[in-house]
């Protein structure tokens, strides 16, 4: 009779396969995943904007049944907490609006930095009066006076 090794003895009481016999796993690196800013943008609204929504939706049902609450019982207390819950809920449908406002002005910023803005800056070096001249070339050779002149000299 050959003697057992305790794994084998753990292993057949356990009714597995001895761990020498099993097979050997690969171990897979995980594959990463890439996302863009865009996707990343776009999956962050989807869920803010879908949670904003819920909130708006369950304070809605909570505005009913305390206003149903406070008509019952007429207590102050019951009024105060309505106006307060439906003051909670304005504001969400106002940060839903403000959603939509930055996500559109985070992507009107993306296109600005991918913009290539070239400006072209041109000197002139030279006198005023010569710059008029070009501004104005058909104006100037109008008024333009001869200063050469000859002079007849008569020699007798």
Do not use: C, F, W
Not at 124 to 143: D, H
């Amino acid at each position: 009779m050959t003697k057992k090794s305790i794994d084998e003895k753990i292993s057949s009481a356990l009714d597995i396969t001895p761990a020498d016999e099993q097979k050997s796993l690969e171990l897979k690196k995980p594959t990463e995943i890439t996302t863009t800013k865009e996707t990343d943008l776009n999956v962050d609204y989807k869920q803010v904007r879908r949670n904003l929504k819920d909130l708006i939706s369950t304070g809605n049902g909570a505005i009913d049944g305390i206003l149903n609450v406070a008509s019952e019982g007429e207590h102050p207390r019951a009024y105060e907490v309505a106006a307060q819950l439906i003051k909670v809920v304005s504001d969400t449908n106002k940060e839903l609006i403000d959603l939509h406002k930055k996500v559109k002005d985070i992507q009107k910023d993306d296109v600005k930095l991918t913009q290539n803005n070239t400006t072209n800056n041109a000197i002139y070096v030279g006198s005023t009066n010569e710059l008029q001249s070009l501004i104005n070339q058909g104006r100037s050779s109008a008024k333009r006076i001869d200063t050469v002149e000859e002079d007849i000299i008569d020699h007798e």
